[in-house]
């Protein structure tokens, strides 16, 4: 994702920012810019809460967050509207995510308790039998989730549901572009009456270094330089810490696959939120056979897209950018390819205002052009003919990026084995975005895509929770272990011969006799 230092912010009194619809620049809203000292008051509060929430046990959380869900499908229609209000979007897009949050805290309130369960593990040697293990886990504190700007609602979800079910209070800081869609949750939490162990903390990025300072595990969404940033903070405070950060995802195209319908899931991987999404197709590489036909098609299809300001009438296909700078990246980023000798076959321009940029197919290029090696987050599908599939590999794993990418193919076996070969951390085979709504799969970024990942089972709510380790005697007790002090021949013999014979292989099973004996 973009770094936050390019995004536009208002500021139209001290301590207030405005947020303005980027698709027609009208005020949309304001919010209060949260100095450091506000952050740490907030998570002190939420810190004296955390463990009644704690107590509540799984099954209590679980209610509260499905009063939550509830709450979120009564109000989808209000949500939608605050999400085009401050984003630009087009209905269409804007209307997968109050219902893409829903899918969320069913999936975590049904498995959690599961996931979230005492493990007890077999001992590993005989000797271990005496005791009886067990691992449990126990939240961390207090999680700071600071998020982008290009899902406003679903982003806070997407890390908030696991982390408040896993028995942690939750601190979101969003964007300070589209900072109202959290601010519309954290009044839903209120609204229900649920603990007060969910909060929002509007502001600039220093609201999210004060966030970082003070909270005791850190999920992080954005650009690759802040998240390096991020990760010194935490690696100071010695605290953890998952980063989901930018990507270059490309798509393969092979030359038995359905052309028309590579063409249409490349039309919605790379242009769906005007191509802001951090797993936008944004480099597309086909097989020679057939490049003609795939770059007709995707040309036709990108032609008959509707761009515009949309109403809640789904009239548009493609809305606006969130940000000036984000265009300006866009433009940089066409101009440095044609310079270079790209072609474009269709868009190719921010319209005049700047809140638009034209859906663009742009081909005859290599990576020597930033549009193919940089993250553009934008409206533009950059096409490049290759001889065959291990140059097309080749070029995918060519970028310091690895978040995901999508193979397109005849023959889905071919395609698995192709994902196989490829440096991302999700890779889709005949269609675009799937795996972001299957969270039973883990989403992460491989290289300097990420560290760590959200969702995959268990794994996605046990990432909130620090691992203890508990003994519990097994039988009688002993009136001394056999290794207390003070220290005795006969009974360290008889322990290390013990565990001679369980672990040793062959005749070194047998007692080594020393000249001591």
């Known amino acids: 994702m973009p770094d936050a230092a390019t995004q536009d912010t208002t500021t139209i009194a001290p301590g207030v920012i405005e947020v303005r619809n980027p698709a027609d620049g009208r005020p949309v809203g304001r919010v209060p810019d949260q100095p450091a000292a506000a952050v740490a008051a907030t998570v002190r509060e939420l810190r004296a809460h955390q463990s009644e929430w704690e107590a509540l046990g799984v099954r209590g959380r679980a209610k509260w967050l499905l009063r939550l869900q509830d709450w979120l499908l009564d109000n989808t229609e209000r949500l939608t509207d605050v999400v085009q209000s401050e984003t630009g979007k087009t209905r269409f897009d804007a209307s997968i995510e109050a219902p893409a949050a829903i899918n969320l805290a069913k999936y975590w309130a049904r498995h959690a308790e599961r996931f979230l369960a005492d493990a007890h593990p077999t001992p590993h040697s005989p000797i271990g039998r005496?005791?009886?293990?067990?691992?449990?886990?126990?939240?961390?504190?207090?999680?700071?989730?600071?998020?982008?700007?290009?899902?406003?609602l679903l982003?806070?979800?997407f890390d908030a549901f696991a982390a408040l079910l896993a028995g942690s209070a939750v601190l979101v800081k969003p964007s300070e572009v589209t900072p109202l869609s959290a601010v519309e949750l954290a009044r839903g939490w209120a609204e229900i009456g649920a603990p007060p162990v969910f909060s929002v903390m509007t502001g600039t990025g220093a609201t999210g270094a004060a966030v970082v300072d003070t909270v005791d595990f850190v999920q992080f969404t954005g650009s690759t330089r802040t998240g390096r940033a991020i990760a010194v903070a935490c690696g100071q405070r010695l605290i953890p810490y998952s980063l989901e950060l930018g990507g270059k995802d490309p798509a393969i195209v092979l030359a038995d696959a359905d052309i028309d319908r590579a063409a249409a899931g490349t039309v919605y991987g790379g242009l769906f939120n005007s191509g802001q999404a951090c797993i936008s197709v944004e480099r597309v590489y086909v097989e020679a056979p057939v490049y003609e036909r795939f770059v007709e098609s995707l040309v036709a299809q990108v032609k008959q897209l509707r761009q515009g300001i949309d109403g809640r009438d789904f009239a548009f296909d493609i809305g606006a950018m969130a940000t000036n700078a984000q265009t300006a990246i866009v433009t940089r980023h066409v101009n440095d390819a044609h310079d270079k000798g790209a072609r474009i076959l269709t868009g190719g321009r921010p319209t005049a205002d700047g809140a638009f940029f034209e859906p663009t197919v742009l081909v005859d290029v290599d990576h020597s052009?930033?549009?193919?090696?940089?993250?553009?987050?934008?409206?533009?599908?950059?096409?490049?003919?290759?001889?065959?599939?291990?140059?097309?590999?080749?070029?995918?794993?060519?970028?310091?990026?690895?978040?995901?990418?999508?193979?397109?193919?005849?023959?889905r076996a071919h395609g698995e084995r192709i994902a196989r070969r490829l440096e991302a951390g999700a890779v889709n085979i005949n269609d675009a975005f799937a795996n972001l709504l299957n969270f039973t799969l883990p989403m992460g970024g491989w290289k300097t895509s990420g560290i760590g990942a959200r969702w995959g089972g268990a794994a996605g709510i046990q990432k909130y929770c620090r691992q203890q380790a508990i003994t519990v005697?097994?039988?009688?007790?002993?009136?001394?272990?056999?290794?207390?002090?003070?220290?005795?021949?006969?009974?360290?013999?008889?322990?290390?011969?013990?565990?001679?014979?369980v672990d040793a292989r062959g005749l070194r099973k047998l007692p080594i006799r020393t000249r001591n004996t």
């Open 369 to 411: 052009m930033l549009c193919m090696t940089e993250e553009t987050f934008g409206p533009i599908i950059p096409v490049m003919r290759v001889p065959d599939e291990a140059e097309a590999i080749r070029l995918a794993n060519d970028s310091t990026y690895g978040l995901s990418a999508t193979v397109w193919t005849g023959d």
């Open 155 to 157: 982003n806070p979800c």
């Open 130 to 152: 005496t005791k009886r293990l067990v691992r449990t886990l126990r939240p961390h504190p207090v999680v700071g989730i600071v998020t982008p700007w290009n899902l406003p």
């Open 473 to 501: 005697p097994r039988g009688p007790e002993l009136s001394r272990e056999p290794l207390w002090y003070p220290a005795s021949r006969i009974r360290s013999r008889l322990v290390t011969t013990l565990m001679r014979t």
